[in-house]
């Protein structure tokens, strides 16, 4: 699952937008918002830009875009912010700064001159710190990350501060985020079942088929096989996210095709939308949704509307 | 023999008489055949199609094959000494080969090995061509040689020979009399000499270097319409008794089994049927004879059989109209076929879960390996058809490493489990057929279409196939999906996997040799109800073609796999294959194909087990059909078609008309060795075949419908591509024939219907469920079929009751009303199963 954080009421504002705004969106615009969105830092300021810049997408869907493209940038630059002499010295400054305003966001600060996501920065500094306080034992990662998560963990109160402050001001990176985007993603999937129940049809989740010893394992497959646009699905992927190229098709490679392989046809759904573009395997078995499906066959009672 | 003919011709002889001659069948029949050949050869080369377009190749295909004509004509026929099939010449095969396989090299059994065997075989035949003086078998090489030969000999002759057309056209006439034999001996003598000048000219080049664009080119010629022929009046034939005698003959050697191959006669007839003269004066009569000859065999033989198509273009054919309109009001009856979309195989927990596995490394190396398995099919099926795409290049190198994987971690039979599951799963059955009928219609299209033939080469040249089809009888092939298992194999060329994939294949096509067809589940409900026929028979029908398609893929794949090691692409010297026939009499064969075979028979289930065994045998190697199990087999098949299948009566039409042609087919394929057909000495096998201790089998229930015939023999399509071709040329006359060619377009709107129901709600479920519903299927409306019968009986009474008696009626109203209610009920049961 790969989900985006969404300030402000988190499951609700993409559910509801759907139904009013569209959601997939060509190529060509994706690579619209995609260069828009280089410029723009992971705070809520800019997140409010990006929703007037296009306000004919959910902003959800905007978030997700914006998150999986910030988290394009920030890979492409790590070699860049990763090398020892550059942590060094946004530690020394870090440092110094500390001792003349330690009252102001520091960190926050230091990430937004250099182009770094503060949780990210964060994680830097702290590792820094622990290196710096046990040179003999190297910092173990269960150590940092449990300090990352629980910043009053750091022995030095004025630096665990900042790093709560970049924790909670960071849409992209951090422990919050991740917390979230598990949560949304089960709260998507925890949708799915509801919608599948209430339109009768009956299923297997992740959890049975993996105490069945599959190998694999969709979010659902159907006991009964469904058909919607006149494609027959037998399992349902749900994606708390919006599908552009990169992320579909390591999707396609890690998931869906092997799901295909041994399942049959499917479909998968992009709660946040998808490049409109990316839903060319119809016919091999991967149907691409932004939603529940409102156009389900069933076996037996040919046509139905289902209830959404 | 000659004489015999044409005594018999003349009314000399009546089949009470004694022969004043004395001939064996064996040496009756291919003179018979020759004689109808060489007689209408001269009305085929006479095609306009297909003036100035002869390539310069067909000249060296023209000097093979008529100095042997010439040569048997001008000796005495009575003085003759006859000879079988064994000594027909060589080289035509080579020809004809390299012709109806142009472009396929990694095919085993297309790459001028056959040329070569024929002439290792028979040295002195090959060095001296001018003297080969035997009576060829013509079906030997027909089916590519007769249109050959009409472009080449309008391209020979027209420039050295004009003066002598008239007189050839001529003598066609009067076919039959002694005189005009006599005068076609000496216009066949001149015409070899000519030949014999021509062919030593440096034009001459192989035909070997015929390209698949030649073909086309060729192809494209056709499309030129000769727009002042007539129609040739039936009552301007001129030898009309002759040629009924002559019919008849021909018609018993064909429903006797004694050709070996029908449907290769019926492809001669079709020629003959849209043969065309050059000019008008000359050809015409000649023409009508040809036609005359045609439409009276037709109308004898099995032509309601073949597809919606060819019929359609059959009964449209004006000549047909006119020359017998019976034949055409029989001609009146279609068929359609769906195909369904190819699946995956499921994950079966019960199957596939880790405890079916060795080890937590064998099961997740089988995880990755059933993602690349179908990633590269996937790949193959985007891919394969673009111009230069090379299996080997574009994915051997992963098939290599995905089998050294398995290999690493030992799941060799898990994954030759899932190959030969998908491998079923894709080409058994419609599929195949789908796919391989590309080729054809690339074809008609591009006889069709007159005006823009650079474009239609061009797309025909995308269309084209590897195994483009060419006459009645195409070499063994891979259509369609089965391409890419047989390059996986080939590519992987792994023996562990093999040996696991023989085993698996072995097993289940012997298990499905047995399987039971007749009575599926429950035996009691067929004897009861003889009657019930439509729903039973069309459930066996369905299961029957299941069977039979999944048996004969399976037969050639195990074949494929199992001759593999021994596939050459030269043919091997005489000494080389004795000694390998040697080695390999003592190591017993992947099957045991002879006991199959007469299990068969005994059992009558030979509509099943002849066909997959067909396949079998067609993809030995060089040496196979010399190891003395194979032969033996292939005799036993020879016995069956002669003596079994000739003799008719018990086999259901159907079944009899498939085996017929799968049959004709093996006896046609390079591998079936030339003198097995009219060779005598096989009698002491028939003895055995005799005594069948089963009364009822497979073989008395008809099995067997136009669909499954056609999955079966794709080649039979080639008759709808003769006709094409005719009606391509005659469009001034008939009207609009051409426009009633729709475009061929995916099966669009099966959108809101469910596409294959059934098989995509079985998808996931284990195959046990599958059953026990079709078994509850099955009973249920069984069950409901007898309750409406019931209750239908009792309305009819009911209502006889009212009109004899309106008061007792009444009373029965009770019961009625209780029947009309059992009756829905039961028509309910029946749709919702």
């Not at chain 1, 997939?24 to 997140?47: D, H, K, N, S």
């Not at chain 2, 099957?591 to 289930?605: E, F, K, M, P, T």
């Amino acid at each position: 699952m790969s989900i985006c954080l969404c300030p402000g009421p988190l499951i609700d504002s993409g559910v509801k937008d759907k139904s009013v705004k569209r959601m997939q969106i060509c190529r060509a615009e994706y690579r619209v918002i995609g260069r828009f969105v280089e410029q723009l830092r992971p705070t809520r300021q800019c997140m409010k830009t990006l929703q007037t810049q296009f306000p004919h997408l959910p902003p959800s869907t905007l978030l997700s875009i914006f998150s999986q493209e910030y988290q394009k940038r920030m890979k492409r630059s790590m070699a860049r912010h990763h090398a020892p002499d550059v942590i060094k010295e946004y530690y020394q400054r870090y440092r110094s700064e500390a001792k003349t305003r330690p009252a102001a966001p520091l960190l926050l600060e230091l990430a937004n001159q250099v182009d770094l996501s503060p949780a990210l920065l964060a994680r830097l500094i702290v590792e820094c710190f622990l290196e710096e306080r046990q040179a003999s034992v190297g910092a173990s990662r269960h150590v940092l990350n449990n300090m990352l998560r629980e910043p009053y963990l750091i022995p030095d109160l004025l630096l665990a501060k900042h790093v709560e402050q970049c924790t909670v001001n960071d849409c992209c990176y951090g422990p919050l985020v991740d917390c979230i985007k598990h949560a949304i993603g089960l709260e998507h999937e925890d949708l799915l079942r509801d919608k599948l129940r209430e339109t009768h049809l009956s299923f297997l989740d992740e959890n049975q088929l993996r105490a069945k010893g599959y190998d694999k394992t969709p979010d659902i497959i159907l006991e009964v096989p469904i058909a919607v646009d006149g494609h027959i699905v037998h399992w349902i992927e749900s994606k708390a996210s919006f599908g552009d190229d990169h992320s579909h098709h390591t999707y396609l490679n890690e998931q869906f095709w092997s799901y295909c392989n041994r399942f049959g046809p499917g479909l998968v759904i992009y709660w946040y939308g998808f490049v409109s573009e990316l839903d060319c395997q119809r016919d091999r078995g991967i149907l691409l949704r932004d939603g529940f499906p409102l156009d389900i066959v069933t076996l037996c009672q040919g046509p139905a509307r289902g209830r959404v | 023999m000659a004489a015999l003919l044409e005594s018999l011709l003349l009314g000399r002889i009546y089949e009470s008489q004694n022969f004043p001659f004395k001939f064996s069948k064996e040496e009756f029949v291919p003179f018979v055949l020759n004689f109808l050949w060489d007689q209408s050869s001269q009305a085929l080369t006479h095609g306009p199609t297909t003036p100035a377009k002869t390539p310069s190749t067909s000249r060296s295909r023209r000097s093979a094959q008529r100095p042997s004509l010439g040569d048997f004509m001008t000796s005495p026929p009575e003085a003759q000494p006859l000879r079988t099939a064994a000594q027909r010449p060589q080289e035509e095969w080579g020809v004809w080969w390299v012709c109806v396989r142009p472009s396929d090299g990694n095919s085993r059994c297309c790459d001028g090995g056959r040329r070569s065997r024929g002439v290792g075989r028979n040295e002195p035949v090959a060095t001296k061509p001018s003297r080969r003086i035997n009576p060829t078998p013509v079906s030997a090489e027909r089916p590519n040689s007769k249109p050959k030969s009409c472009f080449t000999s309008t391209a020979l002759s027209l420039p050295s020979s004009p003066p002598t057309r008239p007189e050839s056209a001529g003598a066609k006439l009067t076919a039959g009399s002694p005189l005009s034999l006599q005068e076609e001996r000496e216009l066949l003598r001149r015409e070899r000499s000519e030949l014999a000048q021509q062919t030593s000219s440096p034009l001459k080049t192989t035909s070997a270097i015929r390209t698949p664009t030649k073909t086309v080119h060729r192809q494209g010629s056709k499309v030129t319409p000769d727009l002042q022929s007539p129609c040739p009046d039936p009552d301007k034939v001129t030898q009309k008794s002759e040629l009924d005698l002559l019919a008849e003959l021909y018609c018993t050697c064909i429903s006797e089994n004694l050709v070996p191959c029908v449907f290769l006669e019926l492809f001669f007839m079709l020629q003959l049927l849209t043969s065309r003269g050059v000019s008008v004066s000359e050809s015409l009569t000649w023409e009508t004879d040809c036609v005359y000859f045609s439409v009276r065999v037709l109308e004898n033989q099995l032509v309601s059989h073949l597809d919606k198509c060819t019929l359609r273009l059959l009964s449209e054919n004006e000549r047909v109209g006119t020359f017998s309109s019976s034949l055409r009001d029989r001609l009146a009856q279609a068929q359609d076929s769906c195909t369904a979309k190819v699946s995956v195989i499921p994950f079966q927990p019960a199957t596939d879960n880790r405890t079916n596995f060795s080890s937590d490394r064998a099961f997740h190396t089988f995880k990755k390996q059933r993602d690349m398995f179908y990633g590269l099919l996937r790949e193959w099926e985007d891919s394969h058809k673009e111009p230069g795409w090379d299996f080997e290049a574009a994915l051997g190198s992963r098939v290599r490493t995905m089998v050294s994987q398995l290999t690493a971690a030992g799941s060799h039979s898990h994954f030759a489990g899932l190959f030969q599951k998908q491998l079923i799963q894709m080409c058994k059955g419609p599929c195949v057929l789908g796919s391989s009928n590309n080729a054809p219609d690339a074809d008609l299209l591009g006889m069709l279409g007159a005006d823009s033939l650079g474009r239609l080469k061009h797309l025909q040249q995308c269309l084209v196939q590897p195994q483009g089809l060419f006459g009645p009888c195409p070499p063994p092939s891979f259509p369609g999906h089965q391409e890419f298992f047989k390059h996986f194999l080939q590519t992987a060329s792994c023996c562990q996997l093999n040996q696991h994939l023989k085993d698996g294949l072995c097993q289940q096509l012997l298990k499905l040799d047995e399987v039971s067809i007749l009575a599926p589940d429950a035996s009691p409900a067929l004897g009861e109800e003889t009657g019930d026929g439509d729903m039973e028979q069309q459930v066996r029908k369905q299961r029957f073609s299941t069977v039979l398609l999944t048996a004969r893929l399976l037969a050639q794949f195990l074949s494929f796999i199992s001759f593999l090691p021994y596939q050459t692409t030269e043919l091997p010297s005489r000494d080389i294959q004795d000694a390998a026939i040697t080695l390999r009499s003592k190591s017993s064969p992947v099957l045991d194909v002879c006991a199959v075979l007469r299990s068969s028979v005994h059992r009558r289930r030979t509509i099943l087990t002849v066909h997959w065994m067909v396949e079998f045998l067609s993809m030995l190697d060089y040496a196979g059909p010399f190891l003395s199990c194979y032969r033996t087999a292939l005799c036993l098949l020879l016995q069956i078609y002669k003596m079994v299948l000739g003799r008719g009566g018990e086999l259901c039409y159907m079944n009899q008309l498939l085996m017929v042609a799968v049959l004709g087919w093996l006896f046609q394929i390079p591998i079936f060795p030339e003198d097995l057909f009219f060779s005598t000495d096989l009698k002491e096998e028939v003895k055995e075949l005799e005594d069948i201790t089963s009364s009822q089998g497979l073989d008395t229930f008809p099995l067997v419908d136009q669909q499954l015939l056609y999955t079966c023999c794709p080649y039979l399509g080639e008759f709808r591509k003769l006709l094409a071709a005719f009606v391509a040329g005659s469009t001034s006359k008939s009207g609009g024939l051409i426009r009633k060619i729709t475009p061929t377009s995916a099966p669009v709107n099966s959108r809101s219907f469910w596409p294959c129901r059934p098989c995509a709600f079985f998808h996931n479920q284990p195959p046990s469920l599958r059953r026990t519903v079709e078994f509850v299927a099955e009973r249920i409306s069984s069950n409901c079929v007898k309750h409406i019968k019931s209750v239908s009986h009792h309305l009819v009474s009911f209502f006889f009751f009212l009109h004899v008696n309106p008061c007792k009626s009444i009373k029965m109203f009770s019961s009625f009303h209780i029947f009309l209610t059992l009756c829905v009920v039961g028509l309910c049961l029946c749709w919702s199963s």
